[in-house]
């Protein structure tokens, strides 16, 4: 599709390119956004903008790498995510996944489904908002975190499920209102009186994400505990863990998860 002078629309993901001294920025980006709602071939996409090292503004429908700024297509049905994920970055960080899922007593299961409506597995994913990498953190978020770059797979999955976890404790393991505030921030559910907001892209949000986790969520539930139990064997001091309380005798509650 040929948009105007200087300006070359492509919908098999090659690009736009602008020279430097062709139009201001927003006024480009603004150009393609308004042309591809005309264009079958990108409408619902989203647009990703960078400057190359000799200066010309690159415009495409596909991710452009670190440093890129990405504009969401008006109309588009998705949150975030427009394409389906990357199977190979899927598969990549897969153990980084398992592991901090394990450590945080998170469904991996359920990262995934985040990982893949936040940002489709591409480690440079960035918002118009300003949210970052595979589980898209806000800078703030990645600042209590102590993230260092959030384009860093590692730091970026690890703070994000650092987060995930702490707000299914905030909410007795309700993955449906943790998802909610994932995504609109939990003052917007504290405003609806611990309910989801009713927003439609948080609407779109948890189905997306329900549809990646088997079409369920799981609701509120007690809090598991763990009970440490110390045995003497031998003259020997033997610790023992069980979920189960102990009927008599001496314990310690080492833990408790929802």
């Known amino acids: 599709m040929r948009a105007g002078p200087g300006i070359a629309v492509s919908c098999a993901g090659t690009g736009v390119f602008v020279s430097p001294p062709a139009l201001p920025m927003r006024r480009v980006v603004l150009f393609i956004v308004v042309a591809s709602l005309a264009a079958p071939c990108v409408a619902g996409a989203q647009i990703y903008v960078k400057r190359d090292e000799r200066g010309v503004l690159v415009l495409s429908d596909r991710p452009l790498g670190e440093g890129a700024q990405t504009f969401e297509v008006p109309r588009s049905t998705a949150v975030r995510v427009t394409r389906a994920a990357n199977p190979s970055n899927a598969a990549r960080y897969a153990d980084v996944i398992e592991q901090h899922a394990s450590r945080h007593h998170v469904r991996p299961e359920l990262v995934r489904a985040v990982i893949q409506v936040e940002s489709g597995f591409n480690p440079y994913a960035r918002s118009h908002k300003g949210a970052m990498g595979l589980m898209q953190l806000m800078p703030q978020t990645a600042a209590d975190y102590g993230v260092a770059?959030?384009?860093?797979?590692?730091?970026?999955?690890?703070?994000?499920?650092?987060?995930?976890?702490?707000?299914?404790?905030?909410?007795?393991?309700?993955?449906?209102?943790?998802?909610?505030?994932?995504?609109?921030?939990?003052?917007?559910?504290?405003?609806?009186?611990?309910?989801?907001?009713?927003?439609?892209?948080?609407?779109?949000?948890?189905?997306?994400?329900?549809?990646?986790?088997?079409?369920?969520?799981?609701?509120?539930?007690?809090?598991?505990?763990?009970?440490?139990?110390?045995?003497?064997?031998?003259?020997?001091?033997?610790?023992?863990?069980?979920?189960?309380?102990?009927?008599?005798?001496?314990?310690?509650?080492v833990r408790s998860f929802n």
């Open 149 to 253: 770059d959030a384009y860093n797979p590692v730091e970026n999955i690890r703070a994000g499920v650092a987060y995930l976890r702490a707000l299914l404790d905030r909410y007795s393991g309700n993955e449906e209102l943790a998802l909610a505030a994932y995504n609109a921030g939990p003052g917007a559910v504290e405003r609806y009186g611990q309910q989801v907001p009713p927003y439609r892209e948080t609407r779109d949000y948890l189905q997306k994400v329900r549809g990646r986790t088997g079409g369920t969520l799981a609701a509120a539930h007690a809090p598991v505990f763990v009970y440490k139990v110390v045995d003497v064997i031998d003259g020997r001091l033997i610790p023992r863990y069980s979920n189960v309380r102990p009927s008599s005798g001496p314990y310690e509650v």
